[in-house]
């Protein structure tokens, strides 16, 4: 069964950091590009940022450029998102979703983002 | 970047209906368009990718169209498990973007 499952999301306080994690399995990940898509409470769907198959190439909104990496282990089928400098506007459900031809499936449950002092 | 326009932002309509929901490219972003049904408190699930192409497991009651800059998305006859929130999604150029979404309610 293909599925993604993001962990690490928690309560922090703004200018904190946080690091969340997104654990693929029934599919070969090193093959595949990965994203974050975030969507913040009662809003639309925002795309945060991207990382190659072998991770040679990222990419950002630019809300996150120079706060956020993406970064990946593919030896254990990881995704991370380090996310430093953290703001109120930062808080939102932050979903894993594996990359198949420009297309996005699946989706994993998504993990809570909460910046607050 | 590449802004995603959808129409109407949201809708009523009756069981057996058939809805159509537009998206528009700020740009040409040749087929490389998806789109995505989220349920309240549920991750988004992919309907339709490459315009046309039926996701695998997907009702075929759901339909898609256009190239370019401008796409449709159609439910042929609306069911009650059809209430939700649709999503464009293009692909074509980073960053990926998404349409701010059109809530599908019973009317």
């Known amino acids: 069964q293909v599925q993604v499952v993001e962990s690490g999301g928690g309560v922090v306080q703004p200018g904190r950091s946080l690091r969340l994690s997104c654990a693929a399995s029934?599919?070969?990940?090193?093959?595949?590009?990965m994203h974050w898509v975030r969507q913040a409470p009662g809003k639309g769907l925002e795309w945060v940022s991207a990382?190659?198959?072998?991770?040679?190439?990222?990419y950002y909104v630019d809300s996150v450029k120079g706060r956020f990496t993406i970064s990946r282990d593919n030896s254990k089928s990881t995704l991370f998102l380090q996310m430093n400098s953290l703001r109120a506007e930062d808080t939102a459900v932050y979903y894993c979703?594996?990359?198949?031809?420009?297309?996005?499936?699946?989706w994993g449950q998504g993990t809570l983002v909460t910046v607050s002092s | 970047d590449i802004q995603m326009t959808q129409s109407p932002s949201s809708v009523s309509a009756s069981v057996g209906d058939r809805v159509t929901i537009t998206c528009r490219a700020s740009?040409?972003?040749?087929?490389?368009l998806a789109w995505y049904q989220q349920k309240p408190g549920k991750a988004p699930k992919l309907l339709i990718y490459?315009?046309?192409s039926l996701q695998s497991g997907v009702p075929s009651r759901f339909s898609g169209s256009g190239s370019g800059t401008d796409f449709t998305l159609t439910i042929s006859s609306l069911q009650p498990d059809d209430f939700a929130t649709y999503y464009c999604?293009?692909?074509?150029?980073?960053?990926?973007?998404f349409g701010q979404g059109t809530k599908l309610e019973i009317k």
């Open positions: 990382i190659s198959y072998d991770g040679s190439n990222e």
């Open positions: 740009q040409g972003i040749s087929s490389w």
């Open positions: 490459a315009a046309s």
């Open positions: 029934g599919f070969t990940f090193s093959s595949y590009a």
């Open positions: 979703v594996r990359e198949n031809t420009r297309r996005f499936d699946p």
């Open positions: 999604q293009q692909g074509n150029s980073f960053p990926f973007t």
